[in-house]
């Protein structure tokens, strides 16, 4: 009768897999695989933290295949060459995968969807990663929101209990391929083996999201980002919990797949501002200032302990996220893209749609953004929201020691500076 090839992505779980629920109901024996893709991999470098977690996860799914009578088959390489290999090498009759709305992975399914039907089978492709895709929340007009209130209101509107049922992908196992293969080492897929700690998915933590997310010494977290970003949960089971206890936190969820609505019609993005009138900034980019923020040592407490926690960990609370990306392009006029790219080498979570979008909403320069006049005061956050510096203290080891920095620059210089260049930069593209 043919196989199935199931291509996990950024759905690294046995449960509630859409992608994974159709192929095990399609009446075909499914194979799983998994493809360190090349064209990702050779930018990264062999001790990239996610690339190990990924590693890691991919070990815990092997183990529930391996006790199902079957085997992940786990590679690296090119994934166009690689399916194409093996789906001939096992008759396959089809590929099953979930969505990807990224503008790389957008490219590469349409060129392999092509190739399959040349060799005569059929790749099939499944909403999962988030609620709605983008197309499905659409304007009267049909054009894409760019304002993320109204778009919140119709997303709202739009969602019913169907749209985050479980699919029990977990419950049809049986219908697995038994096969036999050897689950490859970190060393021959070229990853050099580091520590990553994963944080625990706290979801007591969401029923009192609003009173707790802006002070990261309480470190009330989900630390749901990262398990969305690799798909070690299904967003629609953070839905039904945010639906039924928080609000707020539903909101953040809808912020991110208002985001990827962003990247999907508006891919440009990556490389330029979102509203064209900032393009006049001249960003000062003094590189020594800019190692200096990222070690953390600007001299601004609140901004070296984000920092710091960033480079040790991965991760970073958000509150903290906004205060240091404020502090890079308005207090030390850095184009925004330099840190979007440092965050994008370090974050746990990082995903290209919510990094450039968070970005340029801290820069002014993006969809719905921040005023550019809204400077962020670190030490007036510290105040609000680290008022006994238990955060500070726990990251920045020398505060009160000789060796830690003189601000890098006076707050009320930096604010009034960034101001007037970026009333220059606006006044010379609207008179451009």
């Known amino acids: 009768m043919g196989k199935i090839l199931f291509w996990h992505r950024r759905d690294l779980r046995i449960e509630d897999n859409v992608g994974l629920f159709h192929a095990l109901s399609s009446g075909h024996e499914v194979i799983p695989i998994f493809i360190f893709d090349e064209h990702i991999l050779d930018k990264l470098p062999a001790n990239d933290k996610r690339v190990n977690l990924i590693y890691n996860e991919l070990s815990k799914l092997q183990e529930i295949y391996k006790s199902n009578g079957s085997n992940l088959i786990v590679r690296r390489g090119d994934p166009l060459d690689l399916i194409l290999e093996l789906s001939e090498k096992y008759a396959c009759v089809g ?15 349409n060129t392999l969807g092509k190739k399959l039907k040349e060799q005569g089978t059929s790749f099939n492709s499944f909403k999962d990663q988030v609620i709605f895709a983008p197309g499905e929340v659409l304007k009267p007009d049909t054009k894409p929101y760019t304002v993320f209130t109204p778009f919140k209101r119709r997303w709202l509107a739009t969602l019913e209990a169907s749209d985050y049922k479980s699919f029990p992908s977990e419950g049809k196992l049986g219908a697995l391929a038994t096969l036999e293969t050897n689950f490859p080492s970190k060393s021959n897929l070229g990853i050099e083996d580091v520590n990553v700690i994963l944080p625990e998915l706290v979801l007591k933590n969401i029923d009192k999201y609003e009173e707790n997310r802006n002070f990261p010494a309480v470190n009330k977290c989900s630390f749901s980002s990262v398990y969305l970003r690799f798909g070690m949960v299904s967003p629609r089971f953070l839905v ?67 920092m710091r926690e960033l480079n040790e960990t991965g991760l970073m609370h958000n509150r903290v996220r906004m205060i240091v990306a404020s502090f890079l392009c308005k207090h030390l006029l850095i184009d925004w893209k330099w ?72 707050h009320s210089e930096a604010r009034n500076r960034a101001l007037e260049r970026y009333k220059e930069g606006i006044s010379k593209y609207t008179n451009s």
């Open 95 to 109: 590929v099953y995968t979930n969505e990807d709305y990224e503008p790389y992975a957008r490219q590469r399914d």
């Open 240 to 306: 039904r919990k945010a639906v039924e206890r928080n609000e707020t936190y539903l909101s953040e969820l809808i912020w991110r797949e208002f985001f990827m609505v962003i990247l999907h019609y508006f891919p440009d993005v990556v490389f330029s501002n979102f509203r064209p009138k900032y393009d006049g900034i001249e960003w000062r980019n003094n590189e020594e200032e800019f190692k200096k923020w990222c070690a953390g040592e600007t001299g601004y407490p609140i901004v070296d302990a984000g």
């Open 339 to 410: 840190g979007e790219a440092y965050f994008a080498e370090k974050l746990l979570d990082f995903e290209l749609s919510s990094n450039n979008g968070n970005w340029q909403w801290a820069a002014g320069t993006g969809c719905d953004a921040s005023p550019y006049f809204r400077v962020f005061n670190p030490y007036t956050q510290t105040k609000k929201f680290d008022k006994d510096l238990i955060y500070i203290k726990k990251w920045v080891k020398d505060l009160n020691e000789f060796s830690y920095p003189q601000p890098i620059i006076e």
